[in-house]
Nanobody
Framework: QVQLVESGGGLVQAGGSLKVSCAASGNIFSINVLGWYRQAPGKQRELVATITSDGTTNYADSVKGRFTISRDNAKNTVYLQMNSLKPEDTAVYYC????????????WGQGTQVTVSS
């Protein structure tokens, strides 16, 4: 049983920074892709950033230059450092893992709320 647990969300003023983390647990030997998605009220869930096991990253255009995704393979943990936050970044942020132990099935965390006040 694989579980993803996010932490680190909260309330921050526009222009501020926040770092969220996601730890994967269970019978895990490797994770190919870890990523962050977000869903704002009334909107569809959207990709924020992904990182592969070799460190290749991909970002949504809306967060490029402001957000940084990283991972610690030894801890099966992925991080999202968010700088220069804007009110439009307000959303529930979900952690995603795919390619665990070579099997391509998506796992999701429960989500963590990030609220940016203007």
């Amino acid at each position: 049983q694989v579980q993803l647990v996010e932490s680190g969300g909260g309330l921050v003023q526009a222009g501020g920074s926040l770092k969220v983390s996601c730890a994967a647990s269970g019978n895990i030997f490797s994770i190919n892709v870890l990523g962050w998605y977000r869903q704002a009220p009334g909107k569809q869930r959207e990709l924020v950033a992904t990182i592969t096991s070799d460190g290749t990253t991909n970002y949504a255009d809306s967060v490029k230059g402001r957000f940084t995704i990283s991972r610690d393979n030894a801890k099966n943990t992925v991080y999202l450092q968010m700088n220069s936050l804007k009110p439009e970044d307000t959303a529930v942020y979900y952690c995603n893992a795919n390619g665990i132990n070579g099997f391509y099935r998506a796992y999701w965390g429960q989500g963590t709320q990030v609220t940016v006040s203007s």
